[in-house]
C-alpha cells in the first residue's frame, strides 16, 4: 500500500491535438565521426532515435514508456532508491502505437535532444502533445549525455560521471579557461561538448531526409524544408548551437538554458522562444534541493537574456515562475517523493505542462506552419502566471 502510494503509475495527460500517435525506434550510425564518449579511438558516433508521428489511429498496445532497464537503474541510481521501485515507469500507459500507419500529410520535423542524464522520452507530456498536433518528433538518446544508450548488440554506454568530470567541456568552465579546444578520449572538443553534441542533431536531420525518402511507414510524410529543435537544460545548449550552425533548422525553442559563447555573443538568425523563470526561484530550489549556485544562475540567465535580446529572427522570452527544473519532465508525475523533496516546484505539475504545450504548439504553429496565436502577442487570461515579453527581429514573418 505505501508503496503503491509513493510510486503510482504514471498517469499522462490525453494530448489535445487531433492526430493519434504513432512511434518508432532506429539506430543510427554517423560513421563520419569519432565517438568522443568512449575510449576505443575506433568507435564511430551512435545514437538511438525514437520517432513519434502523426497516425491514423492508436491502439489498446501503447508503447511502453521506458523499455530499458540500463535506463531505469541509472534514474534510480541519480534518485538514490531501488531500481524494482520504478518498474511502473515502464508499465505507464503512453498514447503512443508502435509501428502504427502514418497519418496522411506531410508533417514538420522537430528534433528534441537529450538533456544530461536524460533519455530521449523524459518530456514525454511534450512529445506526444506536439505530435498530437502534426509534428514528427525525433527524440536522441546521445551517448554520454543520455542517462544509459543502449544499443541492439546490448553494449551500454552511461552518461560521463561524475557531472563535474563532464562540466569541464561545458561552455561557463571554458569561459574561465585559456582552451577553447578540450580533449576527451583523444578527440578534440573545439569549443567543448555542446559543438559536438550539435552535429548530432544535425545528423539527425540528415536522418529525417533518409526516412522520408526510404522508410516503410514514414516515406513522404516528414517536411524536412519545416524543421525545428526544442531542447530542456544540456538540449537547450546543443539546440541553440545547431541552430547557430544549420540554417535548415528554422525554430529554435530553449528551456533552462545557458549558450554557447557565440550563441549568446551574437543570438539566431531563426525566431527563438526561451522558457524560463526567475533567479529568484532558482534559488529557491537550491534552498530545496541544491544545486544553482550562483555563478550558474548568473551564467544561465544571463545567456538567455543575451540570446533574447541579440537575435536577429523574432524572439520571445516565457517566464513561469512556479517550475523548477524537473517540471519540464515527466518526472513530478513519476512519484509524490519528487515533490516532497524539493526537486519540483510548486505549480501543479499538469498545469506547468499545459502552459509548457500551450506556448510550444503556439510557437511552432507560427513559424512552421504560418499560423498566427494570440498567446505570443501578450498577457493570457487563461495563463495568468506565463509573463511572455517578445521583440520583432530583423529577420521575421513565418515560413508560408
Known amino acids: 500500500m505505501i508503496l503503491s502510494v509513493a510510486f503510482p503509475e504514471p498517469r499522462f495527460a490525453k494530448p489535445t491535438g487531433r492526430y ?26 551512435e545514437l538511438i532515435a525514437q520517432v513519434w508521428y502523426p497516425a491514423d489511429a492508436n491502439t489498446d498496445a501503447t508503447a511502453p514508456y521506458i523499455g530499458s532497464r540500463e535506463t531505469l537503474a541509472a ?10 521501485l520504478l518498474g511502473n515507469l515502464n508499465s505507464a500507459p503512453t498514447h503512443a502505437t508502435t509501428d502504427a500507419k502514418a497519418a496522411h500529410g506531410r508533417f514538420p520535423l522537430l528534433i528534441n535532444p537529450t538533456g544530461f542524464l536524460g533519455f530521449r522520452n523524459a518530456s514525454l507530456f511534450w512529445i506526444e502533445e506536439l505530435v498530437s498536433h502534426g509534428y514528427v518528433v525525433i527524440g536522441l538518446d546521445q551517448p554520454g549525455t543520455a542517462a544509459a544508450t543502449t544499443f541492439p548488440d546490448g553494449r551500454v554506454v552511461r552518461a560521463m560521471h561524475p557531472k563535474a568530470a563532464f562540466d569541464r567541456y561545458m561552455p561557463l568552465a571554458l569561459a574561465r579557461s585559456p582552451t577553447q579546444a578540450p580533449v576527451l578520449n583523444g578527440i578534440t572538443l573545439p569549443g567543448g561538448v555542446i559543438p559536438f553534441l550539435a552535429e548530432d542533431i544535425r545528423f539527425a536531420l540528415r536522418q529525417a531526409d533518409r526516412l522520408n525518402r526510404e522508410d516503410k511507414v514514414l516515406a513522404g510524410r516528414i517536411d524536412t524544408g519545416r524543421a525545428g529543435v526544442y531542447g530542456l537544460s544540456l538540449g537547450g545548449y546543443s539546440g541553440a548551437e545547431a541552430c547557430r550552425i544549420e540554417p535548415r533548422l528554422r525554430a529554435c525553442l530553449v528551456a533552462d538554458s545557458g549558450q554557447t559563447a557565440a550563441v549568446a555573443r551574437n543570438g539566431l538568425d ?29 551564467h544561465t540567465v544571463g545567456d538567455e537574456r543575451a540570446l533574447y535580446e541579440r537575435s536577429r529572427g523574432d524572439a520571445y522570452y516565457l517566464t513561469l515562475n512556479g517550475m523548477y527544473h524537473v517540471n519540464w519532465t515527466d518526472a513530478p508525475v513519476w512519484s509524490p517523493l519528487i515533490r516532497w523533496m524539493g526537486l519540483a516546484g510548486p505549480i501543479d505539475p499538469y498545469r506547468g505542462f499545459a502552459a509548457t504545450n500551450a506556448y510550444s504548439v503556439a510557437f511552432f504553429d507560427r513559424y512552421l506552419k504560418g499560423r498566427a496565436s494570440p498567446l505570443l502577442e501578450g498577457p493570457s487570461d487563461k495563463w495568468r502566471e506565463v509573463r511572455i515579453e517578445r521583440r520583432s527581429g530583423s529577420r521575421n514573418g513565418p515560413p508560408m
Open 270 to 298: 531563426q525566431p527563438v522562444l526561451i522558457m524560463s523563470r526567475d533567479p529568484r526561484v532558482m534559488r529557491e530550489e537550491r534552498a530545496a534541493a541544491g544545486g544553482w549556485p550562483e555563478d550558474e544562475i548568473a
Open 20 to 45: 493519434s500517435v504513432g512511434t518508432r525506434i532506429y539506430h543510427w550510425v554517423d560513421a563520419a565521426r569519432p565517438e568522443a564518449f568512449t575510449p576505443d579511438r575506433n568507435d564511430r558516433r
Open 75 to 84: 534514474i534510480a541510481t541519480q534518485f538514490h532508491i531501488p531500481a524494482f
